[in-house]
């Protein structure tokens, strides 16, 4: 199964570690921190160049990948249809 981020960027739901609301997520520095080394690294993809919304953390093979999207984490996960298992805490 896939999942559209925005503009033209499609990945495969099995290829996603997570899905993350900016606005909450952000607040620890851990995150800001991870997201930053990423964008040195060159992991970083941005889907759009509008506001921000979500990031989503995908793993193929040794690589990882952050995407910046403008869609929100909740209409992404409902979007994804395979989370629907996992309780929210």
Same mark, same amino acid.
Not at 56 to 76: H, M
């Given at each position: 199964?896939?999942?559209?981020?925005?503009?033209?960027?499609?990945?495969?739901?099995? *290829?996603?570690?997570?899905?993350? *609301? %900016? *606005? @909450?997520?952000?607040?620890?520095?851990?995150?800001?921190? &991870?997201?930053?080394?990423?964008?040195?690294?060159?992991?970083?993809?941005?889907?759009?160049?509008? %506001?921000?919304?979500?990031? /989503?953390?995908?793993?193929?093979?040794?690589?990882? @990948?952050?995407?910046?999207?403008? /869609?929100?984490?909740?209409?992404?996960?409902?979007?994804?249809? &395979? /989370? *629907?298992?996992?309780?929210? /805490?």
């Amino acid at each position: 199964m896939y999942l559209h981020l925005g503009t033209d960027v499609i990945i495969r739901t099995r *290829d996603i570690l997570g899905i993350f *609301d %900016l *606005d @909450t997520s952000t607040i620890s520095r851990r995150t800001r921190d &991870y997201l930053r080394k990423g964008e040195i690294e060159g992991r970083v993809v941005y889907v759009t160049s509008e %506001l921000p919304k979500s990031f /989503i953390v995908t793993a193929n093979g040794q690589r990882t @990948t952050i995407y910046i999207s403008q /869609i929100s984490a909740s209409t992404l996960k409902k979007r994804s249809g &395979y /989370i *629907d298992g996992i309780k929210n /805490i």
